[in-house]
């Protein structure tokens, strides 16, 4: 299989999938480095496939028709990230990314896509593991996230408890 055929086999994959996939799984798959998924990736997204990148792996974007989806500030301490992230998806929301402004390098983005308990539990889970810091504790605490929901009723269900728990900005 050459590269491009790689590429064309990467992308049907990933479109035919709901949930990441890592680039360490796809390379043990096509028998390459992680670095050569890497780089099929960034082609991939240079000729304008919506892949990106999670904690994960790889997955496609979400198909946003049909979708409400809000930008919210928030502020909370480390210890509050899971009651934070569970009051989204407790009213059926996505959690799609965490954006910080830094001083120096303008908008920081990390893409999250936490669909429901169990993708929390697993972040959470890993967080806890890491010697990572979140993104927010650049800015004390000060955070962005895209929400996205079928409704708008979830929509104000989840800004409801988010503002309930003191982590909204208004």
Known sequence: ???????KDIMKMLLNLREPVKGSNLAKKYNVTRQIIVKDIAL??????????????YMV???????ITVIVAVNHKEDDLEHELGAIVKYGGVVEDVIVEHPLYGEIKGMLMIKNLNDLESFIKKYNN?????????????????ISADTQDNINLILDELNKRGFLIK
């Open 1 to 7: 299989m050459n590269s491009n055929e790689r590429r």
């Open 61 to 67: 974007g979400g198909d946003k028709v049909n979708k």
């Open 44 to 57: 991939l997204r240079a000729r304008g496939e919506n892949i990106i990148a999670t904690p994960d792996g």
């Open 130 to 146: 890491s010697s990572a810091k979140m993104l927010s504790m650049l800015t004390n605490g000060i955070h962005l996230h895209t």
